[in-house]
């Protein structure tokens, strides 16, 4: 058993492949295997692949024949996994050369499920920490939607069953954080070491289409019907039901009329299916009220006011209001 199985999955990012090899394979923790699952990708990101493998053997390297998507990918790396802990690395990132040595320490230490690292937004070439999120996963020991920055035990993983949800292009890594904080019986962060997670134009938040936004909202209601089936505390609860908030509020900026209403459709589907309303806000509200009104203008106005100032607003009345 090595110390920590990496697993990156790769298809079509040839542009940016080798720095994120570079960065795992110099880690300074050198007990850890490395899987790259080449999804069938078009470009030369196999050559290159199999270019590091010749140098370190402890790359393996999982070859699709046909594309079958980054959750099967992940899956079946995880199923091939020898590491007491797995952590994902997406292959257009990096992290630091210390990231998993760190987090195993961590670990280790304090005999804990899920450790996660810092996070810095890189786009344009300027990094920007998300102090903000950071902070949330830290005092409220939650982890949702960043999952490449956790370390997970393995036998938390398999204990469980959890996995990338597999038949969706969009939103397939949503559960599997949200489940394994909910599972973990320690959690624990290290806010000195960085996870660099690349903002790009073509990003596929910034390329919707319908199939991704019935993607994303198939995935909403299966974690709600998962916490809504657990005993999580509403803090939390608040917390990972807000993400979900927040993701279709900035869905709007980047869709057309014509998917507006399915957005319109799951604001209500999470608004009326919570298990306790208080975790909206004023403005969540006025949203709702606008839709039911059918007040597009009144809507719009309302959205764009829902940034980010709101969700803080949210986890400070989360956090004054209810018991965790």
């Given amino acids: 058993m090595v110390k920590v199985s990496i697993i990156i999955p790769i298809y079509n990012v040839e542009p940016y492949l080798r720095k994120c090899l570079d960065s795992v394979c110099n880690q300074t923790l050198k007990d850890i295997e490395i899987i790259c699952v080449n999804d069938c ?27 079958q998507g980054v959750a099967i990918a992940r899956n079946k790396a995880m199923a091939q996994a020898n590491g007491k802990y797995i952590g994902f690395v997406d292959p257009d990132d990096w992290i630091d050369l ?33 102090s903000y999120d950071f902070q949330i996963f830290k005092n409220e020991k939650v982890l949702y939607g960043l999952f490449p920055l956790g370390l997970y035990r393995k036998s938390l993983l398999d204990q469980y069953n959890i996995k990338f949800t597999e038949g969706y292009v969009f939103g397939e890594d949503r559960l599997l954080p949200v489940m394994s904080c909910y599972y973990a019986q320690n959690f624990d962060t290290v806010d000195d070491v960085f996870y660099y997670q690349l903002n790009r134009e073509n990003s596929a938040t910034k390329s919707l289409n319908v199939v991704k936004i019935n993607n994303f909202i198939e995935i909403g209601k299966l974690v709600l019907d998962f916490l809504n089936g657990s005993n999580i505390d509403n803090v939390r609860y608040g917390l990972i039901v807000g993400s979900f908030w927040e993701g279709i509020i900035n869905m709007f900026y980047f869709t057309d009329e014509a998917l507006i209403y399915k957005l319109k459709s799951f604001f209500l589907f999470l608004y009326q299916n919570v298990r306790d309303k208080n975790i909206f806000s004023k403005q969540d509200n006025l949203i709702i009220e606008s839709i039911q009104k059918d007040d597009s203008v009144s809507l719009r106005k309302n959205i764009s006011q829902a940034s980010r100032h709101i969700f803080m607003k ?11």
């Fill in 41 to 67: 990708s078009p470009d030369n990101s196999l050559m290159i692949m199999k270019e590091y493998a010749n140098r370190d053997n402890r790359i393996k390297i999982i070859d699709f024949e046909q594309n």
């Fill in 98 to 130: 210390d990231f998993y040595e760190k987090l195993y320490n961590k670990a280790e230490e304090l005999s804990s499920d899920l450790v996660i690292g810092n996070h810095k937004s890189v786009f344009g070439g300027k990094e920007t920490i998300n």
């Fill in 314 to 324: 949210r986890l400070r009345l989360l956090s004054s209001h209810m018991v965790k």
